[in-house]
């Protein structure tokens, strides 16, 4: 088996003395192949995503890391030490601002996206990045292998690695949502029909909620003219299976980390700064499809609109830096803090401060804090999945409220026992807050319960086997 991704299981640093050190890859993505056999049965193809990494990765023979003796975990890893110009136009312009920006529907529409003359420079280098992983993965497959390819940043690795390998049989995961083709038709058709037409090259695709899976079929019958059902498209005297597989959590590897003295400490210092008091909580990355903003702006109608919470919740905002080479996040961050300020403006009193906000990434102190939560805030433009949502019931003490945005892909699991928002409306999430701060402990306790059973029904290891059974 080979898998196929952007990033990978190992990340390098350059440390004090000049020398390389490396470290478990981070990413959901990475958390989510945490299955993947750590041996020789399997090879993780990966970009060098810094400098770092290239020099790790030119170092070592073929890209190879476990052969240069850098200890990958036991599995079998080739980085790819893309040139950095090629990467940076193919990472940031293509798959971070205009592929991401389509599937969450995110552009501001009126000012953006302009497709001219040197976006298409932009557009051949992601061509050139994903024809990197193809080489690689055609060079490295064992006849008949199975590839797993991961996520919107190799849409058309599955067609390239088809032309130069007809033995293989091959899989497409988008952990992301997909666009309905009215927004979907933003990009150039010849784009969009060479984007769709990577995919296809693939034996099987999988997606995290049948709206995600429905939505693409319409943009290949709609764009391609192609034939399909709901579980397969015919085009170009080809057919792939489309498929769902919903993401879940590993309840007892969640909970086992989550025993660690570091969660522990992280706890008892969230605990003694909030103090007696109802805690709401969000984690999230600073991207700018989690819609923090808004959900800020609905906590700030919350406590004006219902003021006996006043002084009884403390809203813990655990907001961590995401893509900050791009000048949007960035502004977003920055956005983010302002609207923090300005409640706590507003609100604060000598002895009790409406907002807790973090902008430095803590996983211990995030577990902590989904712990301890009373209401959950998880309301997303668009998600393809969302885990957040998943593992706070799963690791609540007391049971928890979840605020959940209709428009996260686990709403199709988590909506009957989640209050769902439309994550546009400010006032209905303020409602919605309001509901969840109120509900009785026996209500949240077995809501929890559910949502824990649910969230756990479909680990990591359920999930990767679903994607290989399917090719």
């Given at each position: 088996?080979?898998?196929?991704?952007?990033?990978?299981p190992v990340a390098f640093?350059?440390?004090?003395?000049?020398?390389?050190?490396?470290?478990?890859?981070?990413?959901?993505?990475?958390?989510?192949?945490?299955?993947?056999?750590?041996?020789?049965?399997?090879?993780?193809?990966?970009?060098?995503?810094?400098?770092?990494?290239?020099?790790?990765?030119?170092?070592?023979?073929?890209?190879?890391?476990?052969?240069?003796?850098?200890?990958?975990?036991?599995?079998?890893?080739?980085?790819?030490?893309?040139?950095?110009?090629?990467?940076?136009?193919?990472?940031?312009?293509?798959?971070?601002?205009?592929?991401?920006?389509?599937?969450?529907?995110?552009?501001?529409?009126?000012?953006?996206?302009?497709?001219?003359?040197?976006?298409?420079?932009?557009?051949?280098?992601?061509?050139?990045?994903?024809?990197?992983?193809?080489?690689?993965?055609?060079?490295?497959?064992?006849?008949?292998?199975?590839?797993?390819?991961?996520?919107?940043?190799?849409?058309?690795?599955?067609?390239?690695?088809?032309?130069?390998?007809?033995?293989?049989?091959?899989?497409?995961?988008?952990?992301?949502?997909?666009?309905?083709?009215?927004?979907?038709?933003?990009?150039?058709?010849?784009?969009?029909?060479?984007?769709?037409?990577?995919?296809?090259?693939?034996?099987?695709?999988?997606?995290?909620?049948?709206?995600?899976?429905?939505?693409?079929?319409?943009?290949?019958?709609?764009?391609?003219?192609?034939?399909?059902?709901?579980?397969?498209?015919?085009?170009?005297?080809?057919?792939?299976?489309?498929?769902?597989?919903?993401?879940?959590?590993?309840?007892?590897?969640?909970?086992?980390?989550?025993?660690?003295?570091?969660?522990?400490?992280?706890?008892?210092?969230?605990?003694?700064?909030?103090?007696?008091?109802?805690?709401?909580?969000?984690?999230?990355?600073t991207e700018l499809s989690?819609?923090?903003?808004?959900?800020?702006?609905?906590?700030?109608?919350?406590?004006?609109?219902?003021?006996?919470?006043?002084?009884?919740?403390?809203?813990?905002?655990?907001?961590?830096?995401?893509?900050?080479?791009?000048?949007?996040?960035?502004?977003?961050?920055?956005?983010?803090?302002?609207?923090?300020?300005?409640?706590?403006?507003?609100?604060a009193t000598a002895d009790?401060?409406?907002?807790?906000?973090?902008?430095?990434?803590?996983?211990?102190?995030?577990?902590?804090?989904?712990?301890?939560?009373?209401?959950?805030?998880?309301?997303?433009?668009?998600?393809?999945?969302?885990?957040?949502?998943?593992?706070?019931?799963?690791?609540?003490?007391?049971?928890?409220?979840?605020?959940?945005?209709?428009?996260?892909?686990?709403?199709?699991?988590?909506?009957?026992?989640?209050?769902?928002?439309?994550?546009?409306?400010?006032?209905?999430?303020?409602?919605?807050?309001?509901?969840?701060?109120?509900?009785?402990?026996?209500?949240?306790?077995?809501?929890?319960?559910?949502?824990?059973?649910?969230?756990?029904?479909?680990?990591?290891?359920?999930?990767?086997?679903?994607?290989?059974?399917?090719?």
């Amino acid at each position: 088996m080979l898998v196929a991704s952007n990033r990978g299981p190992v990340a390098f640093r350059w440390s004090e003395d000049g020398s390389l050190r490396h470290s478990r890859g981070g990413g959901g993505l990475v958390s989510a192949m945490s299955a993947i056999p750590n041996d020789a049965t399997t090879l993780w193809v990966c970009a060098a995503l810094t400098e770092a990494d290239r020099t790790a990765a030119s170092a070592a023979p073929g890209g190879r890391l476990d052969v240069a003796g850098h200890d990958t975990g036991g599995a079998a890893v080739r980085m790819l030490p893309i040139d950095e110009t090629t990467f940076r136009r193919a990472y940031n312009t293509v798959a971070n601002s205009t592929l991401w920006y389509v599937n969450h529907t995110l552009f501001d529409t009126p000012r953006t996206p302009s497709f001219d003359a040197r976006w298409a420079v932009y557009w051949d280098a992601y061509v050139d990045y994903n024809t990197a992983f193809a080489d690689a993965i055609a060079e490295e497959a064992a006849p008949g292998a199975k590839v797993l390819v991961q996520d919107y940043h190799l849409l058309l690795a599955p067609a390239l690695l088809r032309e130069r390998r007809h033995d293989l049989r091959i899989g497409h995961f988008s952990h992301t949502p997909w666009a309905e083709p009215s927004y979907f038709s933003v990009l150039p058709d010849q784009i969009a029909r060479t984007i769709l037409r990577g995919m296809l090259g693939a034996d099987s695709l999988g997606f995290l909620s049948p709206r995600w899976a429905e939505a693409f079929v319409r943009c290949c019958v709609r764009l391609l003219h192609a034939d399909a059902g709901a579980e397969v498209v015919h085009a170009d005297g080809r057919s792939t299976k489309v498929g769902v597989h919903a993401l879940g959590v590993d309840g007892d590897e969640l909970r086992m980390r989550t025993a660690a003295p570091d969660v522990a400490a992280r706890r008892e210092v969230l605990r003694r700064r909030a103090g007696d008091v109802q805690l709401m909580v969000r984690v999230d990355r600073t991207e700018l499809s989690k819609n923090i903003v808004r959900g800020l702006a609905a906590y700030r109608e919350l406590l004006r609109r219902f003021p006996e919470h006043r002084g009884k919740v403390v809203h813990v905002v655990l907001a961590y830096p995401s893509r900050h080479d791009l000048p949007d996040y960035r502004a977003y961050t920055a956005e983010v803090q302002r609207h923090a300020r300005e409640i706590d403006d507003e609100f604060a009193t000598a002895d009790w401060s409406p907002v807790l906000l973090e902008v430095n990434d803590d996983y211990p102190r995030s577990l902590a804090a989904l712990q301890v939560a009373d209401v959950l805030v998880v309301n997303p433009l668009r998600d393809g999945m969302n885990l957040v949502a998943k593992e706070g019931p799963v690791l609540s003490e007391r049971g928890v409220a979840v605020v959940l945005s209709r428009e996260a892909g686990c709403a199709d699991e988590l909506g009957a026992d989640s209050l769902l928002v439309n994550p546009y409306d400010v006032s209905g999430t303020a409602a919605a807050m309001h509901e969840a701060l109120l509900m009785a402990a026996d209500e949240r306790r077995e809501r929890t319960a559910r949502l824990a059973k649910t969230a756990t029904a479909l680990p990591p290891g359920a999930w990767l086997a679903a994607q290989l059974n399917a090719i």
